[in-house]
């Protein structure tokens, strides 16, 4: 695959982010203040400079770079490192998908097994097509949809424009009748208030971090997938390191993938409750009234059969165009750790 060449001015910024030595890091992220996951790569920053590296730290949207380019950004060496969401970089490899496809995980156990099995396979890929190694990989935690319209079962989405970050996504909101809007997440929010988009789907965390509930009314809380994301390093970078700096560096991105982790299992529940008027002792969430929707075993089944029968077997019709080994990899790794089974 050929990638585009960025622009001068990106090409100025790699120059100086550039590290006067090994011991410099330049840190894309695509997290900010207000989100739940700052505190957590902040304090790991902090050791990370503990151990006599010196982060540099930006973020996608202060610089005004789209997430979708995070991998390419990497493997040039503009950044050595930088924090991507899979499914928006997926679009230059569809395998990368297959980690967290919509829902064959719809709780973070079942997520946590899937990733496991997934990961070394995953990683191999990364190093290969794109010269980039996975440091972390953790989820943003349940995504939920979050709707402006009267809702109270899936199948009351027919009709309605979704936001959607993730093929497989794509594909059960056209499976429900609906019609896929690709955001980002920044632009999810004035798109909901516009009425450009009449639902969109993210984590309880991410939704009233970033104020979803003020442009929605109601919320149904079925996790479709886990917005499963990555820190991701620059290969050759990382291979120049010393041994111990790289093993210094694994510690810490080992700790903070464990944070972020349980991160994502404590707080949905949280998060949900300060958004639908429940109890909210929170310094990070704002209480809101979105009505809560009750999640039927309709819902579940529905769900459960679009996955079985239309959303693996799309991804491996798209992935295999480019890897024809890639369904076969992927029953032997999260298809068999979740029950699932070639056809």
């Known amino acids: 695959m050929t990638f585009p060449k960025f622009s001068a001015a990106f090409a100025a910024l790699a ?6 030595s090994a011991q410099q890091i330049s840190w894309l992220s695509q997290s900010q203040s207000l989100s739940a996951q700052y505190p957590i790569e902040l304090a790991a920053i902090e050791k990370i400079n ?10 996608f949207q202060a610089l005004g770079i789209s997430m979708a380019d995070g991998l390419r950004l990497v493997r040039e060496g503009t950044f050595n490192l930088a924090s991507i969401q899979v499914g928006l970089v997926a ?10 496809l919509i829902g064959v995980s719809t709780n973070m ?63 059960l909101i056209e499976r429900l009748g609906a019609t896929p809007i690709t955001l980002a997440f920044p632009e999810v929010y004035p798109a909901l208030q516009r009425g450009v988009a009449s639902c969109g789907v993210t984590s309880a965390t991410s939704a009233n971090t970033g104020k979803w509930p003020e442009v929605t009314t109601h919320l149904l809380p079925l996790a479709v997938s886990g917005a499963v994301q990555a820190h991701v390093v620059n290969l050759d970078w990382w291979n120049g390191l010393e041994e111990d700096r790289r093993a210094q560096l694994e510690e810490e991105f080992k700790a903070m993938e464990a944070a972020l982790w349980q991160l994502a299992r404590d707080t949905d529940a ?22 809560l929707v009750d999640v039927s075993e309709a819902d579940l089944a529905k769900l459960q059969e679009i996955t079985t029968d239309v959303i693996v077997g799309d991804w491996v019709s798209r992935c295999e165009r480019t890897y024809p080994e890639c369904g076969k990899v992927w029953y032997e790794t999260i298809g068999a750790a979740r029950g699932f089974t070639a056809p």
């Open 270 to 291: 949280l998060a949900i409750s300060c958004t639908t008027g429940g109890a909210c002792d929170s310094e990070i969430y704002q209480s809101y009234d979105l009505k």
């Open 15 to 20: 120059l100086t982010l550039s590290p006067a």
């Open 50 to 59: 503990a151990d006599g590296f010196n982060v540099l730290r930006n973020e």
């Open 109 to 171: 156990d079942d997520l946590d097994s899937a990733v496991t099995a997934y990961r070394e396979v995953f990683d191999s890929r990364l190093q290969e097509r794109f010269g980039v190694k996975a440091l972390a990989v953790w989820p943003f935690g349940g995504q939920m949809f979050f709707c402006n319209e009267p809702l109270s079962t899936l199948d009351d989405l027919a009709g309605l424009k979704v936001r959607s970050f993730t093929a497989s996504m794509s594909s």
């Open 91 to 100: 679009g230059d490899d569809p395998f990368l998908e297959g980690i967290d």
